[in-house]
């Protein structure tokens, strides 16, 4: 099992290492009191890459080789925006080409080194080839006309969120929008497609709940061992899909509820997945005050409710897209909450070991392979 | 030359030390200093080079008017304060 996690938080990165008696604990702390979105150490070169959003001076990367220095890398950023052109979103609001959120960052395959693929607010996918030394828009899915139907989905623009790359065929890409739907390029980024059935958006008017655009993913995960399994925890339910993101079935009578943001899929057996519930929509608060992680290990036939070293009154934790993890293993599992609360599980969610309930707000948990 | 002078709080990021710079307009100016520094440009400027919505100019104590163009002018003897916004936070 792993024996590092990476945890990005409100205010600052830090790294936990577990002992020979299994105890986890804090040995270094980085970026402190800067606001870490996303972290990433990229298991082809072990670089390490930490997206900073500085809020009055904007959204920044850095990076480091190994446990080298941290260096301020390029970001992101948009290109000029044409003259006189005014960009919306489905509900009319202006979109500026600005970088607002460094929101999704991973790896491209195993035979492009060095490639990154980055997602961003206000609904960007960005591709560096040479480890964020510099960043390219990539405009085929950026023009499509169907971005005009996009919209912001707890965040005032529409974001990109989940990069999936096919460990079968680096060139086959799936990206997760909220609110914008799940789209594939299998050419490398050249063409984009939005087009799957079974998906349901409840908060959209009867002409519009199936439309594959309209989504609101909240995450996107793929099985690595067999990557024609995906899992989405959508926005009014949990649904899965057994041939690629082509049909999706909606999971039916999840207790104690279907809504939450994150998802994390057994590495080889992919009928095996966590997600974390809370109560929609807008209270977003653990039902009953007991927080809990429920896990599928029949493909989202049937839910357990996993509560041993869980707090079970009065908690208020809520768990983002990024903030559940299963490591390589498919054993250990971590968690982490926007009230600073940190889990860990050494045995598939069966039993849960606090490591902290007093860190920041965590956006961001990572196992170091 | 215009005077720049920077918030303090950048210098943790990255150093900007108060400069002299030619220039008419505080873009022009704001130009010929992040040449010099190019790293300090996107703390400023977004991606379309207007000044970031939490950031604020002050040109001989007047707030920036055009915070898109930066086309705001200035003099020889003008003092340049790039700050923070309070709505920032």
């Not at chain 1, 792993?2 to 290492?17: C, P």
């Not at chain 1, 080789?65 to 390029?74: K, L, V």
């Not at chain 1, 299998?186 to 199936?210: F, H, I, L």
């Not at chain 1, 009154?313 to 299963?326: F, S, T």
Request: glycine share 10%; charged share 20%.
């Amino acid at each position: 099992m792993s024996n590092r996690l990476l945890v990005a938080t409100r205010k600052g990165l830090f790294t936990l290492d577990r002992d020979n008696s299994n105890l986890w604990s804090i040995s270094k702390t980085d970026f402190a009191g800067d606001n870490v979105s996303m972290v990433l150490t990229d298991a082809r070169d072990n670089r390490t890459y930490a997206a900073l959003d500085h809020g009055h001076f904007g959204v920044k990367l850095h990076r480091r080789q190994g446990t080298g220095a941290w260096e301020e890398c390029a970001a992101p950023a948009y290109p000029p925006q044409p003259e006189g052109q005014t960009d919306t979103d489905a509900m009319g609001r202006t979109i500026a080409w600005n970088t607002v959120k460094l929101w999704a960052l991973e790896p491209g395959g195993a035979d492009q080194p060095g490639l990154l693929w980055c997602g961003t607010l206000p609904g960007g996918l960005f591709r560096s080839r040479d480890n964020g030394t510099s960043w390219e828009l990539i405009r085929p899915l950026w023009d499509t006309p169907k971005r005009k139907e996009w919209m912001g989905g707890g965040y005032d623009v529409p974001g990109i969120h989940s990069i999936c790359v096919d460990p079968r065929d680096s060139r086959v890409v799936r990206a997760a929008v909220s609110v914008g739907g799940i789209w594939t390029t299998r050419d490398g980024g050249e063409t984009w497609s939005c087009n799957y059935e079974g998906m349901r958006a409840a908060y959209m008017p009867p002409e519009k709940m199936y439309d594959p655009n309209s989504q609101d993913a909240h995450r996107l995960v793929q099985c690595a061992g067999a990557p024609d399994a995906l899992w989405v925890q959508h926005h009014n339910g949990i649904f899965h899909s057994t041939d690629g993101g082509s049909r999706w079935r909606e999971c039916k009578d999840v207790k104690p509820s279907d809504f939450g943001f994150a998802v994390a899929v057994h590495p080889r057996n992919a009928k095996t997945a966590w997600f974390v519930p809370a109560i929609k929509d807008e209270h977003r608060i653990p039902v009953g005050g007991k927080f809990v992680v429920t896990r599928t290990r029949d493909g989202g036939e049937t839910f357990e409710t996993l509560s041993r070293g869980l707090p079970q009154q009065h908690a208020y934790d809520l768990v983002y897209r990024h903030c559940l993890e299963v490591d390589g293993t498919g054993e250990q599992l971590a968690v982490g909450s926007t009230t600073g609360s940190l889990w860990v599980s050494p045995d598939q969610g069966d039993s849960w070991t606090a490591i902290s309930y007093h860190l920041p707000p965590i956006h961001c948990v990572r196992f170091v392979a | 030359m215009a005077r720049v002078v920077f918030t303090p709080n950048l210098q943790r990021h990255v150093a900007c030390p108060a400069t002299d710079a030619p220039g008419r307009t505080v873009r022009e100016v704001l130009d010929a200093v992040f040449a010099g520094n190019p790293q300090a440009r996107g703390y400023v400027l977004d991606d379309q080079a207007a000044l970031r919505r939490h950031m604020a100019i002050f040109v001989d104590g007047a707030p920036l008017r055009d915070r898109a163009r930066l086309s705001d002018t200035v003099t020889d003897d003008s003092q340049i304060y790039v700050m923070q916004a309070l709505s920032g936070g």
